[in-house]
């Protein structure tokens, strides 16, 4: 068989900033890991990353190995440290199976996938839970290996946010809002959300400017440990990011929760304060999604979380319904302005 590893052309790694530069499955650089440090695992671990490229190969072995391995209370081996292997047209593909870890001992796994010989295009969602040291990529011997069909909208979606914003509790790491958000619309994207550690520093605004992205969206309120703290960094996040990129559309959010209390509702109103004052100073590329309004006048709202704070799969789709639209119209009128 033929091997390849990520770093392999025609291999393509999809959801890391600056791969091309850095040539790791890190979404951090060291220096801003450096200026945050407890970002230090998190940003090492490739929640987003996807290998494409396009094969006819009937045999496809994946084989990864981890450098590190821990239980996840609220998740399991499938959602956490298992990659997902998918064929064919990216917005109808079809699911050739998933390369779970088949325990805590071992840092290797491997597995083979069966498709038709047809050439075709094949994506691979990386695990999101663990640092990953390798990943290799064998086809059959007379079998022919391309680039990946690129994605219908090319300059990536930057996420920015909290364990939710990540993928945090999905049953897999396809789940998550962005990536079914990705599926639909043929979008790449990269996820920058931190379990617990998105806090709005402006050392990550800064890292987030030298990305060419096409939109913004960040809701990381759930990770301000206060609303005092919100107030005092959300605006000023905005304001960092807009200095630099003048027209790029920004989507803000607030935490998705089934039933807005008092403290939900006064961070509502400071993320909503900031978006009022960039449309009274004339800014036209801001968008707002109230996080309680997949949930709200839903009946089976409470079956949509797996704690009441993270959303299940059932949660993540009541957001992809309403997230999805606004970010399909942003799309089609960046897209069409420029035709």
Known sequence: MREFTYKDYPIKVFG??????????????DELIEKIPSLDFLGRRP???????????????????????????????YACQ?????????????????LPVYNYESKVCE???????????????????EIIKNVWVY??????????????????????????????????????????ISRHLDVDYYNLGFSGNA?????????????????FVYDYDHNAPTAEHLEKTHEPFFKRIREKHPNLPILMMTRPFAVYGEDERKRREIVYK??????????????????????????????????TIHPNDLGFYKMV??????????LRGIYESNE
């Open 274 to 307: 900031t978006y009022q004052n960039a449309l009274s100073s004339g800014d036209k590329n801001v968008y707002f999604i109230d996080g309680e309004s997949p949930f709200k006048n839903d009946p089976d709202r409470e079956l949509c979380f797996i704690d």
């Open 82 to 98: 298992s990659a997902y292997v998918f064929a064919g047209d990216r917005q109808t593909s079809r699911y050739l199976g998933l």
């Open 111 to 129: 597995k083979t996938f069966t498709k038709s010989g047809e050439m075709e295009d094949v994506l691979i969602f990386l695990p999101r839970n």
């Open 321 to 330: 319904q309403v997230i999805e639209p606004v970010i399909k119209e942003i």
């Open 139 to 180: 086809i059959d011997d007379q079998a022919e290996i391309k680039e990946p069909t690129p994605y219908k909208y090319e300059k990536p979606i930057v996420y920015y946010g909290s364990s939710i914003t990540e993928g945090g509790v999905a049953c897999n790491v396809c789940n998550g809002y962005n990536a079914v």
């Open 47 to 77: 929640m987003g990353a996807r290998l494409g490229f396009r094969t006819n190969s009937q045999n496809i072995t994946l084989k990864i190995e981890f450098e590190t391995l821990s239980v996840d209370v609220g998740m399991s081996i």
């Open 16 to 29: 890391i900033p600056h791969f091309e530069k850095r040539k790791t499955l890190k979404r951090l650089p």
């Open 199 to 215: 806090k709005g520093e402006l050392a990550m605004a800064d890292f987030i400017n030298t990305i060419d992205m096409s939109l």
